[in-house]
């Protein structure tokens, strides 16, 4: 699922039907730990509802390892939330602080992907 809280899973599951999200980003210590699974170059994935029921799939076209203050404002924009690059910046460092993975060096696995299908 996309986001961290109800409303931006929400948000964010929108903006991926609507087609304005095409990319989406975590931390490359979540993948790592074991939190996330890692993205797959053609893999389909599903993106779920805060309620655990399928939104949309989608398949991952492209998959880029960058440091948090490398990531290029065409990839931000990508994500569909944000306006700019700053905006962008904003609200991921407060996303990976809540998750407890912000610092600038961190590394981020930039996927874009497209969508399948939409449930």
């Known amino acids: 699922m996309f986001g961290d809280s109800k409303d931006l899973c929400d948000e964010l599951t929108a903006l991926a039907i609507r087609g304005k999200k095409i990319a989406t980003c975590e931390a490359l210590s979540a993948y790592t730990s074991g939190e ?9 994935d599903l993106a779920l509802t805060w309620e655990q029921k ?57 996927e874009r992907f497209e969508v399948v299908e939409v449930y």
């Not at 440091?67 to 404002?73: A, G, P, R, S, T």
């Open 36 to 44: 996330e699974q890692m993205p797959v170059l053609g893999r389909v």
């Open 54 to 110: 399928p939104a949309v799939a989608i398949r991952t076209i492209e998959i880029e390892i960058r440091k948090f203050h490398e990531v290029e404002e065409g990839f931000a924009l990508d994500e569909g939330e944000n306006t700019d690059l700053a905006g962008w910046r904003k609200d991921h460092q407060a996303y990976f602080e809540r998750t407890g993975h912000f610092h600038l060096e961190m590394k981020v696995v930039c």
